[in-house]
């Protein structure tokens, strides 16, 4: 897909991430590559600058957005935190999630107000930000509530996506004990979440005419009620009701022949019913160049699909791979959104 130079794109707002992980490392790694490229989507990190002087890299402290793209292909655009950062390699600390939180919070505003094309958040340590007082599973319900009441907000909430070069994967369910997952998943969910997903690979994506798949809960996807009444109870109606909205959608079908790279071709995503019925096969696939995406927001919000990383955290071996499909990806939406929206 073609893009935009890069003087043409707002830049998108980076995220600190877990100051004791490895968010700093890719960040740099990841301007590193992306300076050089002409029509490469510029970026800002919203960081404590002092955390980049180990690095042998130019830094600009930069006090708005507009100021990214044109110090981005020279120096690596920092935007100050009002918190500082204690960096701690390898060990998270609680004292620390005030600067973690301002920052995301920060990208929000900056993104919703035009100022940035996206959020990109490195990845965070949840442990740590609960233990500090926070009260939501991770990013994707924070930033649900932080963007709840902006014009364009879901009214089912935040959907996850990961999204690799060859899949688009969705979890229904996502962070629910394997064991709760047939009582968890309802019909009246599987709707929502289909329906989200497909006006999103509309807006943000540019499919016209988007083709969804919906894979069963149980092995053969029930075979006829031999393994379970989940697919033919509670999927089945959902897969109807999508229809009659005029949505494309194919199921339930066994999730084992549901990822194989003739299957892949015939479909724009795939609904599972459970987190690692989503998140294995398209990790297994292409894991570097996977984005996790989140879909039902107001803005644009892209993250790698790895997490902190802390047992690599200073050693330099950390790939950036992800935080770049992120960057890009995150560009690439919202240009489609742009695009979608005008007259």
Avoid at 106 to 135: H, M, R, W, Y
Avoid at 162 to 186: F, Q
């Amino acid at each position: 897909m073609a893009t935009q130079s890069s003087s043409q794109i707002q830049p998108s707002a980076l995220t600190v991430g877990e100051p004791a992980g490895i968010g700093a490392e890719i960040t740099v790694k990841a301007w590193q590559a992306l300076r050089s490229q002409q029509d490469a989507p510029p970026f800002f990190v919203i960081d404590d600058p002092a955390r980049y002087g180990q690095f042998d890299v130019p830094i600009a402290s930069i006090n708005h957005p507009a100021n990214a793209a044109r110090a981005f292909s020279e120096a690596l655009p920092i935007f100050p935190l009002t918190n500082s950062v204690t960096p701690t390699t390898g060990q998270p600390l609680a004292a620390n999630a005030p600067a973690v939180l301002e920052a995301i919070e920060k990208a929000v505003k900056l993104t919703a107000a035009g100022l940035a094309s996206a959020v990109v958040t490195n990845p965070i340590e949840k442990k740590v930000l609960v233990d500090a007082g926070f009260s939501f599973p991770g990013h994707t319900d924070y930033l649900g509530a932080l963007t709840q009441n902006l014009p364009g907000a879901s009214p089912f909430g935040p959907v996850m996506m990961l999204a690799g070069p060859s899949l688009r994967t969705v979890p229904v369910t996502v962070h629910t004990a394997l064991a709760k997952v047939p009582t968890a998943l309802t019909t009246q969910d599987i709707v929502a979440v289909g329906a989200c997903v497909d006006r999103a690979l509309r807006v943000d994506f540019g499919i016209e005419a988007p083709r969804l798949v919906v894979a069963g809960l149980n092995p053969h996807a029930g075979e006829g009620g031999l393994f379970g009444h989940e697919d033919s109870d509670i999927i089945a109606p959902a897969i109807a009701k999508l229809r009659r909205q005029n949505i494309k959608c194919e199921g339930p079908l066994p999730a084992d022949t549901l990822f194989h790279s003739e299957r892949r071709a015939q479909y724009d995503a795939a609904l599972c019913m459970y987190h690692d019925q989503a998140l294995i096969p398209v990790k297994t696939i292409d894991f570097h160049h996977t984005v996790n995406v989140t879909l039902g927001l107001p803005i644009i919000r892209t993250s790698p699909d790895h997490g902190t990383a802390l047992d690599i955290a200073g050693k330099g071996i950390a790939n950036p791979a992800s935080l770049i499909s992120a960057l890009t990806m995150a560009a690439q939406l919202a240009t489609h959104r742009r695009h979608h929206r005008a007259p």
